[in-house]
């Protein structure tokens, strides 16, 4: 056995001569053995039929006792498992010590047995002398035939016959080859336990620790998504405290600097003029950077809301253009717009419309040295869901094929160095994408090659509705 800590389950190994197949309970020609044996069949396909269902531990042990109990007519069951003592535990018993830390037996759940009993069974180390520890160490099975075997264990044996015992089984469970627990039975009357009932008993074991260890997954996997949810609220939530404390004073900052370009405070020089111009043209970009962080964190936070008007679609590109401009003007493109020419009307929220254009935009210029960019407008109307195509065209430097699967994550960068340069957060595409899909369309990618462009395609819906729709690249 290796050593246990509050960190590493326990478990033994299944030693070579506890792994001989089983073979399930024979039906026998006549009377009560075909009775009985039909029994434990309908017993065991009713295990495996239900076992499989989402269950807690305690109820996959409840489970199993109550058809052990049925099938076998059995008085008692017990379901324990291998585990550790927690740090400062109470002594839950007069029968055995409780050494902090050590491996022990805990209880699953019981049925059948007084509670006084039961509080001897919650916490028991494997040293304890009693048959369920001798089995969890030995992973072998243990039957007692009469009230006389089970007094062999004194202290333990007095309890359960004080109960009512008369005979007992105490069968180990295993999964995957690793001793999991124990289940025990116990009977009013004594029992000779010929071979199938035995066989019987021991399938029980098995079937009883997959289903708990299914259960046990299942509540482990809930923890760990419980504890990313949590992490990630967290996260959002400290970027947008830290990105709206920023916003604050920068937004001063910027004012007053304005105040003094435009000399309300007393003249300045040209040469003063151009450094406050630098000033405020290093804040504006700072504060659009806290502006997508702060896009960012309210997206992760959940707390994006959708709030649609009705407008105009020319008017609607013609916003983002103004606002993209003075950049692709300082780089020497031109931004042109083809397609679709007719008026229509949009029922959307106009403030996120803009700001995935503005980035899908943005992120065009940012890596285009020369060249157009072509904002293509395409409307496609099936008289259900009517769908406004953006699509923007590039000449930049491309995306290897490798990387496109990268694109739209938060805080990716292609080219770290290069991003850097461009005082880019790798936040533009992501937050397109999730505002596109707020708004029930999507963002895609839709050809890459390297030192030759790139096209990206957001597909919104003209009307907006609640429900998210899948968009297909046409």
Same mark, same amino acid.
């Given at each position: ?241 830290? @990105? ?37 043209? @290093? ?192």
């Amino acid at each position: 056995m290796r050593p246990a800590s509050d960190d590493t389950p326990v478990v033994i190994s299944q030693p070579a001569s506890s792994r001989t197949a089983y073979r399930l309970p024979a039906v026998s020609a006549s009377g009560d053995d075909s009775r009985s044996a039909s029994g434990r069949l309908r017993a065991l396909a009713a295990l495996s039929g239900s076992l499989t269902d989402a269950l807690t531990p305690a109820e996959a042990a409840t489970f199993v006792e109550n058809e052990a109990l049925s099938a076998l007519g059995a008085t008692s069951a017990v379901v324990v498992t291998l585990g550790v003592f927690p740090p400062a535990s109470t002594p839950p018993s007069t029968l055995v010590r409780d050494p902090v830390g050590a491996p022990a037996l805990i209880l699953v759940h019981a049925v059948g047995l007084p509670e006084e009993v039961q509080a001897t069974l919650k916490q028991l180390p494997l040293d304890s002398p009693v048959p369920l520890a001798e089995v969890a160490r030995d992973g072998e099975s243990i039957f007692l035939h009469s009230s006389a075997e089970i007094l062999r264990y004194p202290a333990w044996g007095a309890a359960m016959v004080a109960a009512g015992a008369n005979a007992a089984s105490i069968v180990p469970v295993w999964a995957n080859g690793e001793l999991r627990g124990v289940l025990a039975l116990t009977w009013g009357t004594p029992r000779s336990f010929d071979e199938d009932e035995r066989a019987f008993v021991i399938t029980l074991g098995i079937m009883c620790a997959q289903a708990i260890m299914r259960a046990h997954l299942r509540d482990a996997e809930q923890r760990a998504r419980e504890a990313a949810e949590h992490a990630n609220r967290s996260k959002a939530h400290f970027l947008a405290t830290i @990105s709206h404390e920023i916003r604050t004073p920068l937004n001063a900052m910027m004012g007053y600097t304005q105040l003094l370009a435009d000399e309300i405070y007393g003249s300045v020089s040209q040469l003063q003029k151009d450094q406050l111009g630098r000033v405020r043209a @290093s804040g504006a970009h700072l504060l659009e950077l806290v502006e997508e962080l702060l896009g960012y964190a309210r997206i992760e936070a959940g707390e994006e809301v959708v709030r649609p008007e009705h407008a105009q679609l020319a008017t609607v590109v013609e916003q983002s253009i103004v606002l993209v401009r003075p950049l692709a003007e300082k780089k020497g493109l031109e931004i042109r717009v083809e397609g679709y020419a007719e008026a229509l009307e949009l029922f959307t929220d106009v403030r996120k419309v803009r700001q995935i254009l503005v980035n899908l935009l943005a992120n065009a210029i940012k890596f285009s040295t020369s060249g157009d960019i072509v904002l293509l407008l395409r409307f496609a109307d099936d008289g259900i869901d009517p769908l406004v195509y953006f699509e923007v065209i590039d000449t930049g430097r491309g995306i290897a094929v490798e990387n496109h699967e990268h694109i739209f994550d938060a805080f990716w960068q292609d080219d770290s160095a290069i991003m850097h340069a461009m005082g880019s957060t790798g936040l533009g595409l992501s937050v397109a994408r999730e505002l596109a899909r707020l708004l029930g369309g999507d963002v895609l990618l839709v050809r890459s090659v390297l030192a030759r462009g790139s096209t990206f395609v957001a597909a919104l819906p003209a009307k907006y509705e609640k429900a998210a729709r899948a968009i297909s690249r046409s």
